[in-house]
T-cell receptor, first 114, second 120 residues
């Protein structure tokens, strides 16, 4: 079975500061992929960043980086220089082994303060 | 189209009514998924299509839920005799190729904005 745990229901960050959103995962598969999606109040899930289990380098996409610690089974999202538009729900998700679908965590509501 | 389009965006149904939710994936996308997202929760998998073939329907919560994609493009999720517990946002997502091996890359899903169903 695959499981994603996001322990922070809500987070606040001051504009222009960095913030880390936590994600831990559980799978017995050696091959898996970790995803972060952003869901603003409009409802659409927006893909942010991907990390494969075999990738040696931590993934980065602009202001987003993924702090991948395989031994700890964690895949935390780091957002640098927060902007007001970053306020949204953030979901960590995983696809593992032969599974076709993503398994999502319960999400973290991020609020960026001016 | 440019993105995944879902309709209606909002649907209110009386308990016991049938509803149909439509998904227009990105043109040419092979894979299509339906997810159910309860309030304050992450999306949960319902079913998966590869072209017109429904390869996985293990997430459908009951036999009142039915999905189809007859021509391998537009998909419809139908819920018969709706119940209050069916109230949720139903998300559709598509990707250009089958999920495949993870070593080949992310095969990122593009999601629609969802259809919010409220059953009274």
């Amino acid at each position: 079975a695959q499981k994603i745990t996001q322990t922070q229901p809500g987070m606040f960050v001051q504009e222009k500061e960095a913030v880390t959103l936590d994600c831990t995962y559980d799978t017995s598969d050696q091959s898996y992929g970790l995803f972060w999606y952003k869901q603003p109040s409009s409802g659409e899930m927006i893909f942010l960043i991907y990390q494969g289990s075999y990738d040696e380098q931590n993934a980065t996409e602009g202001r987003y980086s993924l702090n991948f610690q395989k031994a700890r089974k964690s895949a935390n999202l780091v957002i640098s220089a927060s902007q007001l538009g970053d306020s949204a729900m953030y979901f960590c998700a995983m696809r593992a082994g032969s599974a076709r679908q993503l398994t999502f965590g319960s999400g973290t509501q991020l609020t960026v303060l001016p | 189209g440019a993105g995944v389009s879902q309709s209606p965006r909002y649907k209110v149904a009386k308990r016991g009514q049938d509803v149909a939710l439509r998904c227009d994936p990105i043109s040419g996308h092979v894979s299509l998924f339906w997810y159910q997202q309860a309030l304050g929760q992450g999306p949960e998998f319902l079913t998966y299509f590869q072209n017109e073939a429904q390869l996985d329907k293990s997430g459908l919560p009951s036999d009142r839920f039915f999905a189809e994609r007859p021509e391998g493009s537009v998909s419809t999720l139908k819920i018969q005799r709706t119940q209050q517990e069916d109230s949720a946002v139903y998300l559709c997502a598509s990707s250009p190729s089958p999920p495949g091996y993870l070593r080949s890359g992310a095969n990122v899903l593009t999601f629609g904005a969802g259809s919010r169903l409220t059953v009274l």
